[in-house]
């Protein structure tokens, strides 16, 4: 049971980094996050939506080639992230910014993005979505995780240098490696 609080804790950290200060001051990120920002940017599809759908897809996939005990600890993940999104969006709209200065947004995102997504892989769990591709190719060609994961986060980063100035890149570079620290 407390691994299952840990992960949801995990989730609502994440999240609310999210919600209260990458997505109101425009910084852009990596992972399924920055997937969403580029999609909202060419489609208009709402963030929370896609990540939804990207993370039931990565899941079904991870618990493919993953197995079931993969799919049993990223479950809860795939459900609260996008959850947690929503509800913080609305209450972000309703009390308004924290902050309009982007490094101080940064900062406090890379912290909580850090921290949430310790607490969930320090429960053995994955926060899903673009967790599992890295997962995927460790298991089938021999690559680090790690290392995957920053050639992932980089490529994201690129996609959304094509809607963003040359500071949101720059503090996305700087969000990144806070939370990856």
Do not use: H
Not at 28 to 54: C, D, E, K, Q, R
């Amino acid at each position: 049971m407390k691994k299952l609080g840990t992960i949801v804790l995990g989730n609502l950290i994440y999240s609310s980094a999210v919600a209260f200060f990458i997505l109101p001051n425009g910084l852009i990120t990596g992972g399924t996050t920055g997937l969403a920002l580029f999609t909202n940017y060419l489609f208009s599809v709402p963030i929370a939506a896609f990540i939804a759908v990207f993370n039931i897809s990565m899941f079904i996939l991870g618990l493919w080639i993953l197995g079931k005990n993969f799919a049993l600890t990223t479950l809860l993940s795939t459900f609260c992230y996008p959850f947690f999104l929503a509800v913080f969006q609305k209450i972000q709209l309703q009390i308004g910014l924290l902050t309009t200065d982007p490094l101080l947004a940064t900062i406090f995102a890379g912290l909580l993005v850090g921290s949430g997504i310790g607490l969930v892989i320090r429960a053995g769990a994955s926060t899903g979505g673009m967790d599992i591709p890295p997962l995927i190719l460790q298991k089938k060609t021999g690559l680090s995780v790690s290392i995957s994961l920053y050639l992932f986060d980089s490529m994201i980063l690129i996609l959304q240098m094509f809607f963003s100035n040359r500071e949101q890149i720059l503090y996305g570079i700087l969000l990144v490696c806070i939370y990856t620290f």
